[in-house]
């Protein structure tokens, strides 16, 4: 059964896959339309990708604007990360981040709402992350908050970042799309 958890923001969802190992290796299931519709969380995803990093990576605080925003449904495959998702959404918990540990060897995922920016940094040597998203990639609408811009502590001293998301405003100087 799939393990759907709340945590302190509204539908962000911390996730673990059934799955099983054997002598020949493992088996994980990562998407069930039913489990996700009960837990009130959307299955109807667009485009599918990957990614892989070294230790010391950040990856993120990354979002789709409106008319393309998005859910999206993050699995660690391999490593270990720390997850961060940021709030967005008008409101009162607007600014406000989870933080969650997740570990591939035990089929952890997280379930990103619309409204949400994600981002990681990688805890193992290595980590492998897929991602299912409900619209498909909009490079005009594809946005950031940089990691270090919302008082967030990563306990990392100098991340490996891409060089567009060393350029992302920070929280204070961004207006809200959603
Ligand atoms: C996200 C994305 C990127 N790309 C391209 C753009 C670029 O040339 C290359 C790598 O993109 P990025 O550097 O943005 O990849 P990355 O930093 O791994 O982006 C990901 O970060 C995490 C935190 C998320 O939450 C994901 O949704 C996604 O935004 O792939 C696509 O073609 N389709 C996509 O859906």
């Not at 958890?5 to 896959?17: E, G, K, N």
């Not at 009162?92 to 990103?112: F, I, M, Q, S, T």
């Amino acid at each position: 059964m799939f393990e759907i958890h709340p945590t302190a923001l509204p539908q962000v969802a911390f996730l673990r896959a059934p799955g099983s190992r054997d002598a020949r290796g493992g088996f994980r299931k990562l998407a069930h339309a039913p489990a996700l519709a009960a837990a009130g969380l959307r299955s109807d995803f667009a485009e599918i990708y990957c990614s892989t990093s070294q230790a010391g990576v950040v990856r993120g605080m990354h979002f789709q604007a409106p008319p393309h925003q998005h859910a999206k449904l993050v699995w660690c495959l391999e490593g270990r990360v720390t997850d961060v998702v940021l709030d967005l959404r008008p409101g009162e918990r607007y600014g406000r981040a989870v933080a969650l540990d997740l570990d591939g060897a035990a089929r952890d995922g997280v379930y990103v709402p619309e409204g949400c920016a994600h981002g990681f940094a990688v805890r193992s040597d290595h980590a492998t992350l897929l991602y299912m998203v409900t619209s498909v990639h909009a490079p005009e609408a594809d946005l950031g908050i940089r990691w270090d811009g919302f008082g967030f502590d990563w306990g990392v001293e100098s991340p490996i970042l891409s060089e567009r998301d060393r350029r992302h405003p920070g929280l204070k100087d961004f207006a809200t799309p959603f």
